[in-house]
C-alpha cells in the first residue's frame, strides 16, 4: 500500500488497492523507465526504504556500505530520522549571558529559513549554555519542513540571535522625546499651522543614530526636536 500511496503521489497509479496487479506493475515500469533502470515490473528486496512519512530524510552509513564492499546481507546500511528534531543554541557563558531570553532567532538551512524562541537553558560541564529552541508558536523549529532536516545524529546551522527584538513603526530622533518624572515619554505635535500639542508615546524600539520607534503617533505627523520645559501643556478641553 505504501508503494501504491507514492505511486499515486507521482502520478503513475490512480489509486492504491493493496494488490500488485497489471495497473500495479506497469506504473512501477513507467517509474523504473523515469529512474533509467531495467523495466521489469518488480521491486527486490532492498530496492526500496520505508520511512515513517514524506518527505523525510535519510543516510547511508558510509562504513557499512561504500563502493568496492561486499554485502552478504542484513547489515543495517540507511537509517532515518524518528521523531521531530530538537534545536538548541549552544553558546559559552560569556557569550550567554549578552542574550536575553526574549531574543529572537533565525537560521537558514538549505532553502529554508526557520524563526525560534528560547524556551529554556541549562549549563554543561564544557563552561557552556544550552539554549533550548521552539518555533513562536511552539512546535518544533523546523515546523511543516522537518522532513528536510538531514537524518544526521547531529548537525550544525549558522543562527543569528537578535538581541534586540525588531520593532516597526513611526520614527523620530530621540532629542524630540521628553521624559516626565513619572517615566511617561511625550513628544510634541507640530500642526500645519504651527501649534503645539503634548502626545504621550511609548518607545518600542531605538537605534544608536538616535531615533526611536514610538506608538502614539502617526505617520506623517511632525514632531519638535529639543523641546523645553517651558511649553505650556494644553488643558483637557484644548484651551491653552
Not at 79 to 106: C, Y
Request: aromatic content about 2%; overall charge negative.
Amino acid at each position: 500500500q505504501q508503494l501504491e500511496e507514492a505511486l499515486v503521489q507521482l502520478g503513475r497509479l490512480t489509486s492504491a488497492d493493496r494488490r500488485y496487479g497489471t495497473a500495479t506493475t506497469k506504473a512501477v515500469r513507467a517509474w523504473q523507465k523515469d529512474l533509467g533502470l531495467p523495466q521489469t515490473g518488480t521491486i527486490a528486496l532492498g530496492e526500496l526504504v520505508a520511512i515513517p512519512e514524506l518527505p523525510g530524510s535519510v543516510v547511508m552509513d558510509a562504513e557499512v556500505a561504500s563502493p568496492g564492499l561486499v554485502l552478504i546481507g542484513g547489515e543495517k546500511i540507511v537509517s532515518g530520522a524518528v521523531g521531530l528534531p530538537e534545536f538548541a543554541l549552544r553558546l559559552s557563558r560569556d557569550q550567554a549571558r549578552l542574550v536575553p531570553k526574549s531574543s529572537l532567532i533565525s537560521m537558514d538551512y538549505q532553502d529554508h529559513t526557520w524563526q525560534a524562541v528560547i524556551t529554556g537553558s541549562e549549563n554543561n560541564d564544557m563552561g557552556e549554555t544550552i539554549f533550548a529552541l521552539a518555533a513562536p508558536g511552539g512546535g518544533p523549529v523546523c515546523g511543516e519542513d522537518c522532513g528536510a532536516v538531514t537524518a544526521d545524529q547531529e548537525i550544525s546551522i549558522l543562527a543569528k540571535v537578535a538581541i534586540t527584538p525588531p520593532a516597526t513603526g513611526p520614527a523620530v530622533p530621540v532629542a524630540a522625546i521628553t521624559t516626565a518624572a513619572d517615566g511617561t515619554a511625550s513628544v510634541l505635535v507640530v500642526d500645519d499651522a504651527g501649534a503645539r500639542t503634548r502626545r504621550t508615546v511609548t518607545v518600542v524600539g531605538s537605534h544608536q543614530d538616535g531615533i526611536a520607534v514610538v506608538e502614539g503617533v502617526q505617520v506623517g505627523e511632525r514632531v519638535q526636536v529639543l523641546a523645553g520645559p517651558s511649553v505650556p501643556q494644553p488643558s483637557p478641553t484644548g484651551d491653552g
